[in-house]
């Protein structure tokens, strides 16, 4: 079962439908050797938008957000919750989540969208309220940048 959206239940959190610190040592032009914090990915401008099934038609759940890392950009996992729940996720839990479909925009940054077709029947089943979006964006050299709340949306009824 993938997780992609996650709402609350009596068992606890159902899925529907779906560091290191240090420093880095290198040799400049001068053969000096030279310590620079690594750098982390960054996420800039998340936004989510919900839009609801209606006349037969399937919704959908859209999140796009820049991100940036000065060694290019693997990933980003994305992760729907509803804030009226007692759903904290970690950085560990969005890293099994879905990702997103990232388009290089240069070697450093890629605009990044995530899609998420929303049954009619899945509607019904979710909470009604503000939602939140938590995503984990992975650098490809590895280093990685968690966002607990990068946008929020509301699902109405």
Do not use: H, Q
């Not at 729907?80 to 099994?96: G, Q, R």
Request: net charge neutral; aromatic share 6%; charged share 20%.
């Amino acid at each position: 079962m993938s997780r992609r959206i996650v709402v609350p239940s009596l068992a606890g959190a159902v899925a529907l439908g779906g560091i290191a610190i240090g420093g880095i040592a290198w040799a400049g032009p001068s053969g000096a050797a030279s310590t620079a914090a690594p750098v982390k990915p960054a996420v800039e401008d998340g936004a989510a938008r919900y839009v609801a099934p209606a006349g037969g038609a399937a919704g959908s759940l859209t999140f796009t957000a820049k991100v940036t890392d000065d060694s290019g950009v693997r990933s980003l996992k994305v992760l729907a919750w509803p804030k009226s729940s007692d759903l904290k996720p970690t950085a560990a839990e969005v890293a099994t989540a879905e990702s997103a479909t990232c388009e290089k925009s240069s070697a450093r940054t890629s605009a990044c969208t995530y899609t998420l077709k929303v049954t009619p029947k899945e509607a019904a089943e979710l909470p009604e309220g503000v939602w939140n979006v938590s995503v984990l964006a992975t650098a490809e050299d590895g280093d990685t940048t968690f966002v607990p709340e990068a946008a929020a949306f509301s699902v109405p009824r």
